[in-house]
């Protein structure tokens, strides 16, 4: 082969132009094409069926009844998942989190576990989109909630004297402020540098 190109300027001249297709041949051409893969299509579809093998059947958008995600399922898979959540289609995030639910209340009610999650994806869809910080907050307060009901405090605990009860045991009290002694200090260096 040559280098840059030498043969292509060999076998066209720079005034003459390649030859143009006629546009009855293209649409024979593409006819042909067409022919030759429905034709190979077809033999596929009877080898599939000489096997016992089933028709692929074409995926359908199925829209998850908490989050309201869609996605494109196979209407087998979305009749098993209906089946598996009292008839409603959920997707496969939430699925997770109603076991989880589940969990929580101890495995007994699968409807009350996916009406919980289902409120907690409308209330998230409703607020946390509009107004991310106030649900951030709102999640804290609930966080602190849920803590407080368990019993664990988490709020830290003061050890100034000033307390009821006074200083505990192991905890290290100020006895006064350290600033009269950090402003001594620092007239002291003033008045060594400035003589």
Known sequence: MAPHGEAISSTYSRTSKPPRLSSESLHRTMSDISFELSKAEAEIMAMDQMKGLPPISE????????CGMVEECTPEYIDRVRDKFLGKWV????AEAVKEELKKSGGKNKEEALAAHTNACVRFNKYSRAYPVLF???AMREMLKKSKLDGRNIRAKSISPRDKGGAKKGGIARSSSCIPAITRDMRDLTMTTSS
């Open 59 to 66: 995926g359908e958008d199925a829209k998850c009844e908490c």
């Open 91 to 94: 997707c496969g995030l939430c």
């Open 136 to 138: 951030q907050a709102e």
